[in-house]
């Protein structure tokens, strides 16, 4: 499996890169690019069983392709572990039976799966639809913002580990260069799963406001249907993001979180902060620190799955230096702190390169 990955992995990229030259050399318009964008890292746990380790968290291959002024497609393969458990049904010695929710990754850790293959259809400048296995907008105007993925997910993706990718489809309206909204339909098992076996959907609506200059504001929500005979309320995201960013030198960003049925378990909410902000020190040189606030409502105490979450507060602070464009090197600490569990605190040597 390994082998066939790194195989099929360097096809792709020689692929990629003979097409791209092919477009230059045949038209000054370049229709068709390559797109490879890694994150690997190595990380120090003074605290931790393991002291010391490497590890690649993100390897996308793919390529894009523009046919005209309205049509573009995109595919991207993914670096992961595809095979995964969602739940488990235990039963303890006197026969009591629980239903327990995590997630249980048993694949290669260098399998490469599908993880965006859409086509775009552009009408005008104001709307623009993509259909297949989509990226959804729910947190990449943040991710865009905080400017650091390499280094740490953002709130939504680190703690509610929603997929980036879904299968389905997604539109983009944009009134003027300082109002556009989104609105989705897709599977909600990501982009790894099909469709579950009762055709719950997930619907997702999202608004970007741009009106102050500098300043950028997005609204979202969505609500995924349960697929589970158990668990049957839906699942609701509220999120509000605000960010201000001037030039390159500096930028901040602010985004309430909650969740309504985590997990489509009733009366499980969670809710949090996410403040995080960057400076350029000098040249090639750029600060950075965020904090975060995670908590979990316990308050139905019956419910067994619930109480493997704890809430707590996170800590990321770093200095980047990119040598030249698209290559970024990063030195951060990252602690997890909560009363409940002992303290995490990570140093990391972090690094991301893209084409």
């Known amino acids: 499996m390994f082998c066939r990955s790194i195989i099929l992995a360097f096809a792709l990229l020689l692929l990629t890169i003979n097409l791209a030259a092919h477009e230059?050399?045949?038209?000054a318009e370049k229709?068709?690019?390559?797109?490879?964008?890694?994150?690997?890292?190595?990380?120090?746990?003074?605290t931790g069983e393991k002291k010391l380790g490497f590890?690649?968290?993100?390897?996308?291959?793919?390529?894009?392709?523009?046919?005209?002024?309205?049509?573009?497609?995109?595919?991207?393969?993914?670096?992961?572990?595809?095979?995964?458990?969602?739940?488990?049904?235990v039963t303890d010695s006197v026969g009591n039976q629980y239903q327990l929710f995590g997630t249980i990754s048993n694949g290669s850790y260098y399998s490469m799966t599908l993880k965006f293959a859409f086509l775009q259809w552009k009408m005008n400048d104001h709307l623009k639809i993509q259909a297949g296995s989509i990226l959804q907008d729910h947190y990449i105007t943040q991710e865009r913002f905080w400017?650091?993925?390499?280094?740490a997910e953002t709130f939504i993706d680190r703690y509610y580990h929603i997929p980036s990718g879904d299968l389905g489809i997604i539109a983009y309206y944009q009134f003027n260069k300082k109002f556009c909204i989104d609105f989705a339909v897709t599977n909600g098992e990501g982009f790894r799963f099909d469709q579950d076996a009762l055709g719950?959907?997930?619907?997702?609506?999202?608004?970007?406001?741009?009106?102050?200059?500098?300043?950028?504001?997005?609204?979202?929500?969505?609500?995924?249907?349960s697929?589970?005979?158990?668990?049957?309320?839906?699942?609701?995201?509220?999120?509000?993001?605000?960010?201000?960013?001037?030039?390159?030198?500096?930028?901040?960003g602010f985004e309430f979180n909650y969740m309504l049925s985590y997990l489509n378990v009733k009366n499980f909410n969670?809710?949090?902060i996410s403040v995080y902000g960057s400076v350029r020190v000098w040249k090639k040189w750029n600060a950075y620190a965020r904090y975060d606030l995670v908590k979990y409502d316990k308050s139905d105490e019956g419910n067994r799955q619930t109480l493997v979450f704890n809430g707590g507060n996170a800590v990321i602070t770093g200095i980047q230096y990119s040598p030249i464009s698209k290559i970024n090197l990063s030195l951060n600490y990252q602690g997890?702190?909560?009363?409940?569990?002992?303290?995490?605190?990570?140093?990391?040597?972090?690094?991301?390169?893209?084409?």
Do not use: C
């Open 200 to 225: 719950k959907v997930k619907i997702a609506a999202g608004v970007n406001l741009n009106f102050i200059k500098n300043l950028q504001l997005r609204v979202y929500y969505q609500n995924k249907a």
């Open 24 to 27: 230059a050399d045949s038209s």
């Open 55 to 89: 590890g690649i968290g993100r390897a996308h291959l793919g390529y894009q392709y523009k046919f005209d002024d309205h049509f573009l497609a995109k595919i991207v393969l993914d670096r992961g572990r595809p095979t995964t458990v969602g739940s488990l049904l």
């Open 270 to 272: 969670s809710g949090g």
């Open 227 to 252: 697929s589970d005979s158990i668990n049957i309320a839906n699942e609701q995201l509220f999120a509000f993001f605000a960010g201000y960013k001037y030039r390159e030198l500096f930028r901040i």
């Open 147 to 151: 400017g650091y993925r390499y280094v």
């Open 31 to 46: 229709k068709g690019k390559p797109i490879v964008q890694v994150f690997t890292s190595m990380y120090y746990n003074p």
């Open 336 to 355: 997890w702190l909560t009363p409940e569990q002992s303290n995490i605190n990570l140093l990391l040597l972090s690094l991301e390169f893209k084409i």
